[in-house]
């Protein structure tokens, strides 16, 4: 992939659990229960970078056991050209690896992954009508240097009345379950009844766009 800036040629890694981000990773080694933090900008934060400390501990170990296969894919290409960075080959291209997190607001509560089916349904009943937020995180880090780049992004979400059927019909397909307080506003059964989006949809979808570009193009000019 290559960067706005022509002078830089560079490789991606998209650090992500997310079914709206291209997942990579077989699993991650996180338990973000674990990570609490009063606000969510820093909950989101804290957790972007823990990801990005279990990836980037992935790779240094599987540098270390020469047996292993590497399980981690870059752009079409796999883990052996993140190697040369780690193993300090200075004239290697920049790899940069974007981790990213985000929980949704509603009424000043924090709201992760739904727990359930009910607690699903509990959060999707509490948008109709009303409004809600997201909070994204966005990490980027530039293994060649070390330096790091993060933001949050902030996004409100308005709704019209959610019928209880189109309720039925999420909880029983399941991917709201999957996801940050059980939003998916691009969902072809949830966006009819979107009303308004105070901000970017790539960023409620997990990654938004502007801020990532610009986090790429910061840690390139370190």
Known sequence: MESNNSHHNFKIILGSSSVARKSILAEMDIDEKAIRKEKPEDLVMALAEAKADAIVGKLQNENQDKNVEPTLVIAADTVENVKPKLLGKEDAEPTLLITCD??????????????????????????????????????????????????????????????????????????V???????????????????????GTDSVMGLPKALTRRLINEVLQI
Request: overall charge negative; glycine content about 10%.
């Open 177 to 199: 379950l999957n996801v940050a307080g059980g939003l998916i506003i691009e969902h072809p059964l949830v966006l009819p009844y979107v009303k308004e989006v105070v901000g």
């Open 102 to 175: 985000q929980v949704v607001v509603y009424e000043g509560m924090v709201r992760e992954k739904p727990s359930s089916k009910e607690e699903a349904r509990e959060f999707i009943k509490g948008y109709s009508g009303r409004h809600a937020a997201t909070v994204s995180s966005v990490l980027v880090t530039n293994l060649s240097t070390g330096f790091k780049r993060g933001e949050w992004d902030k996004v409100e979400i308005h709704f019209n009345d959610i019928p209880d059927q189109i309720i039925d019909n999420l909880i029983e397909e399941g991917k």
